[in-house]
């Protein structure tokens, strides 16, 4: 009989704690739902913070209509306080990451001064807001307020629009804006954070003063994770090697320039000639176009721009040939991309009037048949930035090729300056 009582007492005392061990397991996990503006880049950021077990757009807090995209959009007019605002439902692990680091990261990634609106997003839908479920949710976010308010405020900025209110609804959004950065992989992040951050003492402030001589090329970067800017960087500029210096900066980097473009795009492209902007580019863009907006840049309206761009032909003996021809021991460049494309051991004398060659740098150069002008020819061009460099030929020396190259499409440097 003490045995069964010993049973029934355990079985009655495993029902009893198993609910509070269940709410151990499942406690630390957190929601919050954030108002930014547009929820596709919010939703990423979010998403690469260590802690964060998913993040999800959607549409809160609002009334009357079925939401969708469409719909709040359409929704009597954009500004209309009933209207569903864009969120992200954060949903984390409270043991990894805070609630507070949460919110900073929320006030950090856009501009809470502007009401009703983030950049050229217009309207109450995507109005800034945070929606809590508890009250020790909404202590803390007005205490977040408070303290980025002042730090704001320090930095020459106005009032926090943030909307503080309790969740009421939420609905997930249409499955194609769920992880819409890598379902779309060309395009742009809107980044319209203020610049102002809650600890700001490792903050480098750039020196631009180089930036103000010459021709540069200036990266806009993103100051949060922005998949279009790792991508541009990877496909493009992380191999550039051009003789116009490329730099990067982020939106709050810009002092002693002179920008006409909007500068919440990124990555975005600007052509600077000392410090004044040329012209800019917005959002993410191959290494062929690249490479033409560059030429654009820096070679103007030029024959080696109509050589380049328009499968021109150098005058023959020209200023850049004479140059050229009898250059030391050395490489010729890519003018654009800074690639090596033929080599000194391999040029010859053809008495063309065009620099002659046996052979490209190995990889450098890609054949395309030519039948223009009633000729039959095998059109050159550079891998690296798809240039028109020239023609090849079969009447080399010892029955060897002849690449008839275009000089002013080219650079050269010394074998010794050579990495």
């Known amino acids: 009989m003490n045995q069964k009582v010993k049973i029934l007492n355990y079985l009655i005392l495993v029902l009893l704690i198993t609910p509070y061990l269940g709410a151990s397991k499942t406690s630390h996990v957190e929601t919050i739902y954030l108002g930014s503006g547009c929820f596709w880049g919010a939703e990423k950021g979010y998403e690469l913070m260590d802690g964060v077990i998913n993040a999800e757009s959607g549409y809160a807090n609002g009334y009357g209509i079925k939401p969708n995209y469409r719909s709040i959009i359409q929704f009597k007019n954009k500004y209309n306080e009933k209207n569903f605002a864009e969120v992200v439902k954060v949903t984390f692990n409270s043991n990894a990451i805070s609630l507070e680091n949460i919110l900073k990261h929320f006030f950090e990634t856009h501009d809470p001064t502007q009401h009703n609106r983030q950049g050229n997003d217009i309207g109450t839908q ?37 909307k503080l209110e309790p969740l009421d609804n939420f609905y997930l959004a249409e499955e194609y804006h769920q992880d819409y950065l890598k379902k779309n992989p060309n395009g742009y992040c809107p980044d319209l954070s203020t610049g102002i951050v809650f600890n700001d003492e490792e903050k480098i402030f750039e020196d631009n003063e180089y930036l103000l001589t010459g021709k540069q090329i200036l990266v806009l970067d993103s100051q949060n994770y922005c998949p279009y800017c790792e991508k541009f960087k990877d496909d493009v500029t992380n191999s550039y090697k051009g003789s116009i210096p490329l730099s990067y900066r982020t939106s709050d980097q810009l002092h002693g320039l002179e920008i006409k473009s909007p500068t919440w795009a990124t990555p975005s492209l600007i052509f600077l000639e000392n410090g004044k902007e040329i012209f800019s580019y917005q959002g993410y863009i191959n290494q062929k176009d690249f490479y033409q907006l560059l030429g654009k840049f820096k070679l103007g309206n030029s024959e080696a721009y109509n050589v380049a761009f328009n499968k021109g032909t150098d005058a023959r003996f020209c200023k850049e040939y004479q140059i050229f021809k009898n250059t030391p021991d050395g490489i010729f460049i890519d003018k654009l991309s800074g690639e090596p494309l033929f080599d000194t051991r391999n040029r010859f004398v053809s008495r063309s009037g065009w620099l002659s060659f046996t052979k490209p740098v190995d990889g450098s150069v890609y054949e395309l048949p030519d039948n223009s002008y009633g000729m039959k020819r095998t059109e050159i061009r550079s891998v690296s930035t798809d240039i028109h460099l020239g023609h090849v030929f079969d009447d080399g020396p010892n029955g060897m090729p002849r690449y008839c190259i275009n000089a002013t499409v080219l650079e050269f440097k010394p074998r010794n300056e050579i990495s």
Do not use: D, M, W
């Open 126 to 162: 995507y109005r800034s807001t945070i929606l809590f479920q508890n009250e020790s949710q909404k202590e803390l976010a007005e205490r977040i307020i408070a303290e980025y308010q002042a730090l704001l405020i320090e930095g020459g900025y106005g009032k926090i629009r943030t």
